[in-house]
């Protein structure tokens, strides 16, 4: 099966080849780009992570290369309120370079902001975290992954010392007698992973998934638990409890391997299962067969993902499922343990190497002086000219444009328009500054708002390195040059670098060409926990990827993490007693119902891309809203009736999808769509105060007819 796009090769030549990766997910499936004639053609390529499969969105990637809504020379807005025309590149970055300089004059280096992107490749996301912290030396620099698994990571920094998605690879998964999936719908969101899972279930394992709806996933579930929205973290101290009871801890594998588990026991002797089977639904005996089934198998696995995390109580959620994992013995052995599932692209490597706003390359911290010193030195410049920690995502975006905040930004690979918690509020803020850039190749909603469009290379046109959800540093190889007209991430920052003239500053500089950032990220990783210097773009290549850590290029990397110790002062993974508590704003008589977000198969975060590629608009041609039959009846709403959904920070309108997947006090809305199915209209910015990650998955509504 092939798909294809117009290409510019002339008729008769032989056909160029790319063996690359897909745009899209962090599965990062392996994919070989054919430009054949006039057309580019995806072909499969078997690879251990999607062994040969693709999804809709991967077969149709190469549409977007050639599509008429390219953008291809720079556009300018001359006054507020007026229409973006096109530009010279010179004229473009002489304004986003004067319009950078009036601001910091006016108000400070931090009034200028950078906000980044998880589908950006390791070498643009360090490029533009040095470029905050050396051309611009602003502290306010943060990305839109801040949003995909933030609460997963910081949960699994505080148990275990390092943060990387799956500790081990993703055949472990197909290996699990048991496997648990919470909040996670793969077969919409990464359905090649499902190869896996049919190994699982063809040996005989049990899948279990615990999710508000019953999606395409929990559909080939043994099991289903279908909780209240916002009570994952009171299921997995039921299940931890259960365990106790049962005397099913691995009580040896505790005291060996990690510390402060009496805590955590103590707290769970009050998750009786009958309590929170009232407060979430899910019944007693879902609950002690759950436990069951992870307890008394050899090989067991517990994933998360969204549905977990994003919650203003995330990082607890997600400490609650590392508890049980390590109450139960799992992580660090083959076939077993706890990991995220990660979202976007290069989720992983993206807050990796400098685009977090506390973070430094090889995922140091900002505020370590000894880290500070060692990332100075590879760039060329003194520690103390470093600026400190900045502010998360949310936070960042809505000091934008005010009396504290930034007053310019500059977004690469994002969409915060459609994408971010209370978005027509972030909007607004965007509208306030005096200087917003963005660099995309099409003319996205933000992009629509800005003062300056830069148009940058896609996915088939440049070379670079990914990380996909395993930690697996992959090789993107471009097909192709750019369009004329078309200038990389990696051009742009250093054509602003120069005229800002803090370029010479930064030792090597910014330079254009990948392999060379990769060669400087390699040097600047080392030592760190993730430790980039022992892979090469040719060890990449040779081995089908290398995990990380890996310090050594001729020593071996790392598929399968905490098989001896764990990365912490004393070797021991530590346990968090965390406890339940009411999601930030609950139900009402004037909003009685829960509302919840998420995806759908054909189309991918905020929808600038996929939305524009005809066979996934067909596929899913606008947002809707699911409601289940029994609200539907008491509303009086039929199918495809077009309904409000109503918080008290916005509305959404779209047509109604009735069904029995929804639990009846719930309501959801996948996210990807602008205007008046804006999602994002309605959700939460309550943010979990450890990760900054918003309340994306449960708000208080009402629903009506439109």
């Not at 309590?275 to 008394?296: C, I, K, M, Q």
């Not at 060329?380 to 809505?398: H, I, K, N, T, W």
């Not at 890996?550 to 598929?559: F, I, S, V």
């Not at 041609?621 to 309904?643: I, K, M, Q, Y």
Request: hydrophobic share 40%; glycine share 10%.
């Amino acid at each position: 099966m092939t798909q294809g796009a117009r290409a510019t090769t002339r008729p008769g030549t032989p056909p160029r080849e790319a063996a690359t990766h897909c745009p899209y997910c962090a599965l990062q499936c392996a994919m070989v780009l054919r430009e054949n004639g006039r057309r580019v053609e995806v072909l499969p390529r078997q690879f251990p992570t999607n062994r040969g499969g693709l999804c809709q969105k991967g077969w149709t990637a190469a549409e977007l290369l050639d599509h008429p809504d390219r953008l291809t020379t720079p556009l300018l807005r001359d006054r507020r309120g007026g229409e973006l025309r096109p530009a010279s590149w010179d004229e473009a970055l002489d304004r986003v370079a004067a319009g950078i300089r009036a601001v910091q004059d006016r108000h400070g280096r931090d009034a200028v902001a950078v906000f980044g992107g998880g589908g950006l490749t390791n070498e643009k996301a360090y490029a533009l975290g040095k470029f905050a912290r050396v051309a611009l030396r602003t502290r306010h620099i943060d990305y839109n992954g801040r949003w995909c698994m933030s609460s997963a990571a910081a949960a699994g920094l505080r148990a275990f010392g390092v943060d990387r998605g799956l500790p081990f690879p993703l055949a472990d998964l197909g290996r699990a007698e048991t496997l648990l999936l919470v909040g996670a719908n793969p077969a919409e969101t990464m359905p090649p992973l499902l190869r896996h899972l049919a190994d699982q279930r063809a040996r005989g394992g049990r899948l279990i998934v615990v999710d508000p709806r019953l999606t395409a996933t929990a559909r080939q579930a043994d099991l289903h638990l279908q909780p209240l929205p916002g009570t994952d973290l009171a299921v997995a101290n039921a299940l931890l409890h259960i365990a106790l009871s049962e005397g099913w801890v691995d009580r040896a594998y505790v005291a060996e391997r990690t510390s402060g588990f009496d805590e955590v026991r103590r707290t769970v002797a009050g998750y009786w299962p009958a309590e929170v089977e009232r407060l979430s639904g899910v019944p007693v005996a879902d609950l002690e067969a759950t436990a069951r089934a992870l307890a008394t198998v050899d090989r067991a696995i517990v994933l998360t993902a969204r549905g977990a995390e994003q919650h203003a109580k995330g990082v607890d959620t997600v400490a609650a499922f590392i508890n049980l994992a390590l109450a139960l013995g799992l992580p660090g052995r083959p076939g077993s343990g706890y990991g995220c599932l990660t979202g976007q692209g290069n989720g992983q490597g993206g807050r990796e190497h400098g685009q977090k706003a506390d973070q430094l390359p090889g995922y140091r911290r900002i505020d370590d002086p000894a880290a500070r010193e060692h990332v100075a030195r590879v760039w060329g410049v003194p520690a103390e000219d470093l600026p400190g920690p900045g502010v998360p995502a949310y936070a960042l975006l809505d000091s934008l444009g005010t009396a504290t905040g930034p007053r310019a930004l500059l977004v690469f690979g994002s969409n915060p328009v459609v994408s971010a918690p209370r978005a027509a509020r972030i909007e607004s803020r965007l509208r306030d500054l005096d200087l917003l850039v963005v660099a995309d190749f099409l003319r996205s909603e933000t992009a629509e708002l800005a003062d300056v469009v830069l148009p940058v290379a896609q996915w088939a046109e440049e070379d670079g390195t990914m990380t996909n959800l395993e930690g697996r540093v992959l090789r993107r190889r471009a097909l192709r040059e750019p369009p004329a007209g078309v200038r990389t991430d990696l051009a742009v920052l250093a054509a602003l670098a120069a005229r800002l003239e803090e370029g010479a500053a930064g030792g090597e500089g910014f330079p254009t060409d990948p392999h060379a950032v990769f060669e400087e990220l390699r040097r600047a990783s080392a030592g760190g926990p993730a430790d980039y210097a022992g892979v090469t773009w040719d060890r990449v290549e040779r081995d089908d990827g290398v995990f990380w850590p890996c310090p050594d290029p001729d020593g071996p990397d790392t598929p399968r993490l905490f098989a001896g110790s764990f990365p912490t002062p004393d070797g021991r993974a530590r346990f968090h007693a965390v406890t339940h508590r009411p999601a930030a704003e609950e139900v009402s008589a004037e909003y009685p119902l829960h509302f919840t977000t998420g995806r759908v198969l054909a189309q991918y975060q905020s929808g600038a891309q996929t939305r524009r590629v005809d066979a996934l608009r067909r596929a899913a041609p606008n947002g809707f809203v699911e409601l289940h039959p029994d609200l539907a009846d008491r509303l009086g709403v039929t199918e495809g009736d077009e309904v409000r959904v109503v918080s008290r920070r916005g509305e959404l309108r779209a047509p109604a999808r009735v069904s029995p997947a929804i639990r009846p006090d719930t309501v959801f809305a996948p996210f990807h769509w602008p205007g008046a199915a804006r999602a994002n209209s309605v959700t939460n910015d309550a943010v979990d105060p450890i990760s900054g990650m918003p309340e994306f998955k449960i708000c208080a509504v009402r629903v009506e007819r439109a």
